[in-house]
């Protein structure tokens, strides 16, 4: 079958169309952004064919399917109608595919990308398996079983695809501009879960535990009452180590090079999945011992005293723990934040928590608001302003004054955003190469 994606580089559209194409159809897309996206580093690999106008032709038989940025008076929508092609929902074609496969869901407000990332490289290693992680890695083999499905909660997109297991991470405010409160979020999730075969679930948050389950739950955490708990953590500079155990029976000890109690917690999950496939404990840890996070998380560079981490954290438990991470793995550094706020609603909304987020680091910048679905004045509290006023020593910053933070020695700079931070990034690497 061909299939067109419209807005092909963004990190879920541009994963789908990777597991379309290797399932055996014929895949291309268009995108509005001509500059590369770390998200089509897949695409080019499998010679995906991206437009950035209309004037191509498509054929008659061609399933579209496109990225909700693009509005419904967008001049390449208005040509697919006019030319009468069959549209598809995106997280419709996700949930057809799900259906093919014993699908592993992972959803959650936060982590559901790592831990996808996790538990496919452990399975990926053992049993084999297909995968869709947002940011904007997939791969499929129909011979394949199992599928780990990175599965948002956003417009309730996730209601759409068949889970033989539900992972959920946790549950928080978010998506406020589709949700109208976090009862409405628990409520979504609960829905999900309970068309699984099996939910593995993080029992420490309160959130999940207030959902009402109908299926099977094994629960993980740090608290005594979970089914799966890591327990004797030392967190270090070097990693996290961790002891495990299953039903209150020592399991295995752990050690995994990665930073912060939201790993241990993402590591324990896959272990419960990997543990259920039957994937030898001994195997799980050698995998987990050689992992490397995902595209935007966490991501390091680093020139001479100063290291640059890109991370996608986009909400402020996200700001909080990059943050602390980066104080784990770099004690005696000084820990710069350069924020950009994602939509007005979000900002408008978890402001306060934004603030609290940014004054753990030992200086703030933050960027103007980037939103391309929502207008600022239907949201007049939201501001970069209004959240630099709140954190001592913090500043705006943009593209043009990124020499600002030239003036920090030994420092671990950490940008981060789930929009388009990686310029200013580039940017300031720049500076550090001319300056090396």
């Known amino acids: 079958m061909k299939y067109y994606c419209i807005g092909i580089k963004g990190s879920g559209m541009a994963t789908l169309a ?22 089509q580093d897949g695409l080019d690999k499998r010679g995906i064919k991206i437009f950035y106008d209309g004037n191509h032709e498509l054929d008659k038989d061609t399933i579209v399917t496109y990225s909700k940025a693009f509005s419904d008076t967008h001049p390449e929508i208005v040509r697919i109608k006019n030319l009468g092609l069959k549209i598809i929902e995106y997280n419709e074609l996700i949930g057809e595919i799900s259906k093919k496969f014993k699908t592993i869901g992972v959803c959650g407000t936060h982590g559901k990308t790592t831990t ?48 033989y297991y539900a992972v959920v991470t946790n549950i928080e405010l978010e998506h406020t501009e589709c949700y109208k409160d976090i009862n409405e979020i628990i409520e979504a ?19 999940v535990r207030k959902m009402n389950l109908k299926v099977p739950a094994l629960y993980y955490g740090f ?17 996290s180590n961790f002891d495990v155990y299953i039903k209150w029976d020592f399991y295995g000890h752990f050690d995994v090079p990665l930073f912060g109690e939201h790993m241990v917690l993402n590591a324990l999950a896959c272990i419960g999945v990997c543990d259920m496939q039957g994937v030898k404990k001994d195997v799980i840890h050698d995998l987990l011992h050689t992992f490397e996070n995902a595209k935007r998380r966490f991501k390091e560079r680093v020139f001479k005293d100063v290291v640059t981490i890109d991370d996608y954290a986009h909400h402020p438990t996200e700001v909080k723990v990059t943050i602390n991470s980066a104080r784990q793995k ?3 550094k000084e820990i710069v934040a350069v924020f950009l706020p994602n939509t007005y609603s979000r900002t408008e909304v978890l402001m306060d928590d934004f603030v609290s987020a940014l004054k753990l680091a030992d200086k703030a910048y933050v960027m103007d608001i980037h939103c391309d679905r929502e207008r600022q004045e ?3 509290n939201a501001s970069s302003d209004n959240i630099i006023k709140q954190v001592p020593n913090a500043e705006k910053i943009s593209i043009e004054t990124v020499d600002k933070l030239l003036k920090h020695k030994n420092a671990a700079i950490c940008f981060m955003s789930c929009a388009n931070i ?10 550090l190469e001319n300056k090396k």
């Open 378 to 380: 239907d949201y007049p």
């Open 223 to 239: 608290n005594d009452d979970n089914d799966i708990i890591a327990k004797n953590v030392k967190l270090t500079h070097e990693g």
């Open 189 to 207: 999730f609960e829905t999900f879960s309970n068309r699984a075969n099996l939910v593995i679930a993080c029992g420490d948050d309160l959130n």
């Open 18 to 39: 990777e597991i379309l194409y290797d399932l055996g159809n014929e895949v291309s897309g268009y995108d509005d952004y001509k500059g590369h996206k770390f998200t």
């Open 330 to 332: 770099y004690p005696d």
């Open 116 to 163: 996808s990332t996790m538990i496919s490289h452990v399975l990926r290693e053992t049993k084999g398996c297909n995968y869709f992680i947002g940011d904007g890695t997939g791969f499929a083999d129909s011979k394949n079983e199992l599928f780990v499905l990175e599965s948002c909660e956003y417009k309730k997109h996730f209601l759409s695809y068949s889970p």
């Open 422 to 431: 990686y310029e200013i990034l580039d940017k300031f690497h720049a500076l």
